[in-house]
């Protein structure tokens, strides 16, 4: 057994796959883990980082495509083993009750010396046959804002072709694909360049196009609590920052509707699971829904 570890200098001690350990309690039969890099704690202000394979990804899941592309161990960590030997593993994940069928990474150009960054997309199959894009992310943390806005732009790039693809799909495949979905952490108020980016890139900010969710402070998440990295600060601070956000391609709104979306800010487990508050919408799936 591997002894427990701190992968951040911020996280607690474990040696757990926590997707995995999320998932099962949940219960999501399908998760996919991707991480953006190897790293560990080496004392409690320093950190060492090591590099990660485009087929470094973990969970269970249905693209037979990426499982023989990466079928051995070699294949999906080919990197310089000793140089990560002993690290943990710090990134992103999607977790689903059906199955997810294709899977698509993204790294993110390095922004000067800060950590990298990166973006993952599933295709998920419903029961009735109909697919869908969820896109997750991790964008960068810069005071002003220039990091997020270089990573957006990537990440355009990136949604745009799946948009691509999905649409030219619909005249050549028999399932029926709707829409692409984008969420994560953006690490970016609503009126930074990222944001902004990203809605004129034609994603629609579902808190905003939900009836009453309306004003920029409206749907904060961060902080959690009155402790950020646990530094007390004044309570009134808590949710002061909008940071997370859920976009639904403009290519797919007649075919996925967002029935409500807000904020979950409730019980001790919001609180300490993480420095930012959950955001919580339920779509529906169908031709003009």
């Known amino acids: 057994t591997v002894s427990p570890m701190r992968t951040r200098i911020w996280s607690s001690p474990h040696n757990d796959d926590q997707p995995a350990v999320i998932a099962s309690l949940a219960g999501f039969d399908y998760h996919v883990f991707v991480p953006a890099i190897r790293c560990k704690a080496s004392s409690h202000c320093r950190e060492k980082h ?15 495509h990426w499982k023989s592309k990466y079928a051995t161990e070699e294949q999906r960590n080919n990197v310089d083993e000793d140089e990560n030997d002993g690290m943990g593993k710090f990134g992103i994940a999607i977790l689903s009750k059906y199955p997810i069928v294709e899977i698509r990474t993204h790294q993110y150009r390095r922004y000067k ?3 990298l960054r990166n973006a993952m997309a599933c295709r998920v199959c419903l029961p009735n046959n109909t ?11 810069h005071f002003i804002g220039r990091e997020q806005y270089l990573q ?6 990136f949604v ?6 999905r649409l030219a799909s619909k005249t050549t495949e028999t399932t029926s694909s709707y829409g692409v979905i984008v969420c994560g952490d953006f690490n970016s108020p609503p009126l930074l360049s990222s944001i902004r980016t990203l809605r004129q890139s034609g994603l629609c900010d579902v808190w905003q196009t939900s009836a009453g969710n309306t004003g920029l402070i409206a749907g904060g998440t961060f902080p959690s609590h009155a402790r950020v990295l646990g530094v007390p600060f004044l309570s009134c601070v808590r949710k002061f920052l909008r940071l997370d956000y859920i976009f639904l391609h403009e290519s797919g709104r007649r075919e ?11 019980g001790y487990d919001c609180l ?3 420095d930012h508050l959950p955001v919580n919408a339920i779509f529906l799936v169908g031709p003009l829904c």
């Open 50 to 64: 090591g590099f990660v394979s485009d087929g470094d990804v973990s969970g269970t899941f249905c693209d037979e």
């Open 113 to 115: 010396r800060k950590t």
């Open 131 to 141: 697919h869908f894009w969820v896109v997750n992310t991790h964008l960068g943390c």
């Open 152 to 157: 957006s732009k990537e990440l355009v790039t």
């Open 160 to 165: 745009d072709f799946l948009v691509e693809e």
């Open 256 to 266: 996925i509707v967002c029935k409500s979306v807000h904020v979950q800010d409730g």
């Open 272 to 274: 300490m699971a993480s």
